[in-house]
Structures are given as C-alpha cells and as structure tokens.
C-alpha cells in the first residue's frame, strides 16, 4: 500500500484487489463521515478528498466521546445484516480523525463482517493504555450508554470479542515494534474494567 497527497485530495494505492475492493465498498456508500470520493483508478487505485481532521487521541480531553459513539453506531448500523455489521477491524487512533465538530473514519482495507463488539471491544483497548482509570471507565460509560441508544450488544458476544481482541492487539504490537504501554499496571487495571463491563453496562 502506498498513498500520495496534495492539498485537495491523496492517492492510495492498496495492496491487493481485496482491500481495494473493501475500500470501495465502503468509500460508495458515500456517508458523511468517510471522505469523499473522487475517481478510481482500476485496478488497485483510489482518489479520495483530504479531510481536515486530527488522529482524535492526539486531542486528550477535546474529542467528543458521545458524537465518536454516534458516529460509528450509525456507521454499523447502516452496514447491518441480522446480527453482523461491517467492522472497521483497524480502528486505531490515526483511522479515526476529528477536526472539532465531526469525525471521518478512513482506511479500510481491513473491513470485515463481524459483531458490533469485535469493533468495540478493540477500540477501547487503546483507550485502556491513554487514560487514568478514572477517566477510562466515564468514557466508557459514556460511549457505550450512546450507543446502545442504537444498537443493542450482547454480554457473551463482548466477553469472547474482548479475549481475542487482547490476544490480537497484543501480538500486533509486538509485530509493528510498537513501544510497550506507558503504564503497565494502568493498562491492566483498565483492561479488567473492559472485562467486567458487562456487568454494569445494560447489556442484553
């Protein structure tokens, strides 16, 4: 993958005609918080409009947790199929950016048909290693009260989501050399809270 920018617009070239396919799925739904698309270059090339947004954990305390929460609730919802919707599946912090009154979700390459959890619980693994244990669980509470306002999650569902996501996370940043969290015994304590969640979260 390889991408090129200008002012207006950047050019990414994806690796394999699966992710370019997975990209475009997503890119010709045309929703608003995904960046325009501007042309197509077959057979593994797509031209989107710049957005001017941040990667929103580089913000601290100046992201919206509860427009964040309604953003990719309408996301999964408007990609729902029975119980699966599509996951971003790559929701890292640089994927989700926020420029002070909305959020645009880009990259993905990665996207895959999972349950609403396999996104969830992911998302919140980085916010386990950003925040003080304070501040993690009331985003959390706020985040997942707005949600379910949409779309309701399953307690056992977030339980298996939530293990091999850490399993995952875990193996990612040992593969990518990424530093280890800042905080170790922060990141488990956070961590714990993640897996007891659904015992006070109204979970079905």
């Known amino acids: ?17 699966e992710a370019f396919e997975r990209e475009l799925f997503i890119y010709n739904l045309k929703m608003p918080y995904t960046p325009k698309l501007i042309a197509v270059k077959e057979p593994d090339t797509i031209v989107l409009e710049k957005v001017q947004g941040r990667p929103y954990l580089d913000l601290k ?18 990609t729902m199929d029975y119980d699966t919707v599509i996951c971003h599946h790559d929701n890292q912090p640089g994927n989700i950016l926020y420029d002070g009154k909305k959020y645009y979700l880009v990259d993905f390459s990665d996207t895959c048909r999972n349950h609403t959890e396999h996104d969830i619980t992911h998302l919140m693994l980085f916010w386990a290693e950003e925040f003080r244990e304070d501040i993690f669980e009331k985003k959390c509470d706020i985040f997942l009260k707005e949600y379910q306002e949409n779309i309701c999650m399953s307690a056992e569902r977030w339980k298996k989501h939530l293990k091999l996501n850490i399993a995952r996370f875990d193996k990612r940043r040992k593969e990518f050399n990424k530093l280890p969290p800042k ?22």
């Open 1 to 17: 993958m390889s991408e090129e920018y200008s002012d207006h617009y950047y050019v990414k070239r994806c690796g394999s005609r």
């Open 183 to 204: 905080d170790p015994e922060r990141t488990r304590t956070n961590r714990k809270m993640l897996r007891e969640m659904h015992d006070w979260m109204y979970m079905d």
């Open 61 to 78: 305390s100046k992201w919206n947790t509860k427009l964040l929460a309604e953003t990719i609730s309408e996301f999964h919802y408007l």
